[in-house]
């Protein structure tokens, strides 16, 4: 955008405004408070949506990033703005697939999900996800979706790096991977402890995040049983942005 001069404006709630606030042309805070029932929260969903058309109306925006289109789908499918064809997201999530559900209310709401998310694309929307296996699952073969994979740029000395890696019992060949967010099913920590084990020695994986749908002790004991146990490292809680530049 800065190279094709275009002016940048960014909604988003007042906490993110001083990390953002001075990488763009014009920051606008518009809170969102999700509180109550389940009706309550989509009618807060919908306001919010609302509101963002008012200000693309008033600036005469011309192109739409949703930073976040996770739990705004259903609101943006009959609120959003009519023009599609300037409309992009970014996927974050994928809790809507049918492996991460249960009960029959979650089910029909991630069925509608699904259904409405692929009325956007046809309608022109262009979304942008992070997983090519859940971006198949999710979209098919939809041609308005672009994978992105998300590349850390690192910034800090190679000794700090090394330092912090000795730390896990790292040596120069070790292959570090990363699962962050937390042990909600649709981060699918379970299954890249699993995947760890099929892979060699030097491979060690790291869970960070809170603890939620799965236990980090079921998590050790599925490394204790593929016999990877000494490369799985268990973090119970929040990995800063500094600390991620060091792994």
């Known amino acids: ?3 094709s001069n275009m ?23 518009l809170e969102l408070e999700l ?9 807060a969903r919908i306001q919010y ?15 739409v990033h949703f930073l976040y289109l996770d739990g705004f789908i259903r609101a943006l499918m009959f609120f959003s703005t009519r023009r ?18 249960t009960g029959f209310k979650s089910h029909t709401i991630a069925f509608f999900e699904r259904l ?4 956007l694309i046809l309608r022109g929307w262009r979304v942008i996800t992070h997983s090519i296996v859940g971006a198949n699952k999710l979209f098919g073969n939809a041609e308005n979706v672009l994978d992105f994979p998300i590349v850390p740029m690192r910034h800090v000395c190679s000794d700090k790096i090394k330092s912090f890696r000795n ?22 920590a379970d299954l890249a402890v699993k995947a760890l084990a099929k892979l060699d020695d030097n491979y060690h994986l790291i869970v960070a995040g809170k603890e939620k749908h799965i236990a980090f002790e079921t998590l050790a004991e599925i490394a204790k049983d593929a016999n990877c146990s000494d490369r799985l490292h268990l973090i119970n809680g929040f990995v800063s942005d500094e600390d991620t530049e060091l792994l």
């Open 35 to 43: 509180k109550g029932s389940f009706i309550s929260r989509e009618l």
């Open 116 to 119: 409405f998310l692929k009325i």
């Open 1 to 3: 955008a800065r190279a």
């Open 167 to 188: 730390s896990f019992g790292l040596t120069s060949s070790s292959v570090l991977l990363l699962c962050f967010g937390g042990t909600r099913f649709d981060k699918g």
């Open 49 to 63: 949506i609302l509101k963002i058309n008012q200000l693309i109306k008033i600036r005469n925006i011309n192109i």
């Open 7 to 29: 002016e940048i404006t960014f909604i988003s709630s007042r906490k993110m405004e001083k990390k953002i606030g001075e990488k763009v042309d014009l920051f606008l805070v």
């Open 84 to 101: 599609h064809e300037a409309c992009h997201a970014t996927n974050h999530w994928f809790y809507m697939l049918p492996d991460f559900v």
